[in-house]
C-alpha cells in the first residue's frame, strides 16, 4: 500500500532533550516536507526536500533540522526541542518537485508536547 | 504566491450539496487550484484538482470561471463524513501555502 509514515505518532519530552522523528515513503516520491500544525494557524512548512541530498528552509524552520540521505526518508531532528515546539506535524511527499502541482500525500501526524 | 479567501466555516444538513466558494484574485498563469480535506488529528487528502472550467471525479466537482480568480468546490449529497476542514491551494511547483481552510459541518 503507497503511504507515509512517521513515527513516533505521539511523543511527550523535556525541554533541551534532542529528539527524531522519522518520515518514510514508499512510493519513489522525489520531493518530501515538513509541516506543523496549531490551533488558528493552520498548516506551516517547516522545511522540504527536493530530492536525495537537497533540503531548503520553509516558512518556519527554526529550531529544526532535516537531512535527506536517502529518497524515502526524511527525518525532523528537535535538537533541544522547547515548549512552542509543541505541535502536530506532518510529513508528505509528492512524485516530483519540478512538475507543476503534483499531489502531495501526507502521513498519519505526530502529537508532540514538549514540557 | 497566490493567496486564497475562503468562508471560515459553513454548516450543512446531511443530503444536500454544498458548495464552498474560494477566492485567488492573484492567481498566477502556471497556478493550478487543489482542494485538500482534512479530518481531525489526521493529513490533509487531496481531493480534487484543476486549472480552469470544470472538473469532475468520484468525489466532487471543481468549477473555475474563465478568468480564474476564484472556484467553487461542489460536494454532491453530503454525509456526516463529510464534517471536515477544506483547504483551497493556488501554487505550483509544490510551494503549497495551507489557509485556514473552512470548517464544514455537516448535521443529520
Known amino acids: 500500500e503507497a503511504q507515509v509514515t512517521q513515527n513516533p505518532r505521539y511523543l511527550i519530552t523535556v525541554t533541551g532533550k534532542k529528539l527524531t522523528v522519522t518520515c518514510s515513503q514508499n512510493?519513489?516520491?522525489?520531493?518530501m516536507s515538513w509541516y506543523r500544525q496549531d490551533p488558528g494557524l493552520g498548516l506551516r512548512q517547516i522545511y522540504y526536500s527536493m530530492n536525495v541530498e537537497v533540503t531548503d528552509k520553509g516558512d518556519v524552520p527554526e529550531g529544526y533540522k532535516v537531512s535527506r540521505k536517502e529518497k524515502r526518508n526524511f527525518p525532523l531532528i528537535l535538537e533541544s526541542p522547547s515548549p512552542n515546539q509543541t505541535s502536530l506535524y506532518f510529513c508528505?511527499?509528492?512524485?516530483?518537485?519540478?512538475?507543476?502541482?503534483?499531489?502531495?500525500?501526507f502521513g498519519p501526524g505526530t502529537r508532540l508536547t514538549v514540557l | 504566491l497566490a493567496k486564497t479567501t475562503q468562508p471560515i466555516s459553513m454548516d450543512s444538513y446531511e443530503g444536500q450539496e454544498v458548495n464552498i466558494t474560494c477566492s485567488h484574485n492573484n492567481i498566477a498563469t502556471n497556478d493550478y487550484i487543489t482542494w485538500y480535506q482534512q479530518f481531525p488529528s489526521q493529513g490533509p487528502r487531496f481531493i480534487i484538482q484543476g486549472y480552469k472550467t470544470k472538473v469532475t471525479n468520484e468525489v466532487a466537482s471543481l468549477f473555475i470561471p474563465a478568468d480564474r480568480k476564484s472556484s467553487t468546490l461542489s460536494l454532491p449529497r453530503v454525509s456526516l463524513s463529510d464534517t471536515a476542514v477544506y483547504y483551497c491551494l493556488v501554487y505550483n511547483n509544490n510551494d503549497m501555502r495551507f489557509g485556514a481552510g473552512t470548517r464544514l459541518t455537516v448535521k443529520p
Open positions: 508528505a511527499s509528492s512524485r516530483t518537485s519540478g512538475r507543476a502541482a503534483d499531489t502531495q500525500y
Open positions: 512510493m519513489n516520491h522525489e520531493y
